[in-house]
């Protein structure tokens, strides 16, 4: 039994459509399984977690846990949620084990959390789906590759900038 996590970061897409999610990848029976299923046993108010559908009935592999970082705002708010992101969150996983990021032969084995930023100004519904399937399949690769690079954290620690602020010096 691997009890390796995986975790990884993207954001992709600009202003109210763009996407940031982190995932967590593991084994079901390590630390990633056990927060997997405490989570969805656990929802919190506006914070409910569900597993990621490609269509009903047909969750992608490995079983994902979608997340919401923000409660739903309103219901265009929840559905962008519930609709395009869950599409493209479970789509952007089953790239990464078409591509091999994810191996195959992990589909029944491991399990992924991924939490999920939908900006609650967002309006279109095709955006929000493709920045989210191309971030979470970043994401997925980012943790398999351990990116960012440490150096590159170390160069970057005097010039943070990021879509809501960027200090002045």
């Given at each position: 039994?691997?009890?390796?996590?995986?975790?990884g970061e993207s954001f992709v897409g600009e202003?109210?459509?763009?996407?940031?999610?982190?995932?967590?990848?593991?084994?079901?029976?390590?630390?990633?399984?056990?927060?997997?299923?405490?989570?969805?046993?656990?929802?919190?108010?506006?914070?409910?977690?569900?597993?990621?559908?490609?269509?009903?009935?047909?969750?992608?592999?490995?079983?994902?846990?979608?997340?919401?970082?923000?409660?739903?705002?309103?219901?265009?708010?929840?559905?962008?949620?519930?609709?395009?992101?869950?599409?493209?969150?479970?789509?952007?996983?089953?790239?990464?084990?078409?591509?091999?990021?994810?191996?195959?032969?992990?589909?029944?084995?491991?399990?992924?959390?991924?939490?999920?930023?939908?900006?609650?100004?967002?309006?279109?519904?095709?955006?929000?789906?493709?920045?989210?399937?191309?971030?979470?399949?970043?994401?997925?690769?980012?943790?398999?590759?351990?990116?960012?690079?440490?150096?590159?954290?170390?160069?970057?620690r005097t010039t943070p900038s990021n879509p809501?602020?960027?200090?002045?010096?």
């Amino acid at each position: 039994m691997t009890v390796d996590v995986q975790i990884g970061e993207s954001f992709v897409g600009e202003g109210a459509h763009a996407a940031h999610i982190n995932t967590v990848l593991g084994h079901r029976d390590g630390p990633a399984g056990t927060a997997w299923a405490t989570a969805l046993a656990t929802p919190s108010a506006g914070h409910v977690p569900f597993v990621a559908v490609l269509r009903p009935s047909l969750p992608v592999k490995p079983l994902t846990l979608f997340v919401t970082k923000s409660a739903p705002e309103s219901d265009a708010h929840g559905l962008l949620i519930w609709g395009p992101a869950q599409a493209g969150v479970a789509s952007g996983i089953a790239d990464a084990v078409a591509d091999g990021e994810i191996p195959a032969e992990w589909a029944d084995s491991h399990a992924v959390i991924a939490a999920v930023w939908v900006n609650p100004a967002a309006t279109d519904a095709e955006q929000v789906y493709r920045n989210n399937r191309q971030a979470a399949r970043e994401a997925i690769r980012n943790g398999a590759r351990s990116l960012p690079a440490t150096e590159e954290v170390i160069a970057a620690r005097t010039t943070p900038s990021n879509p809501f602020f960027t200090p002045a010096s």
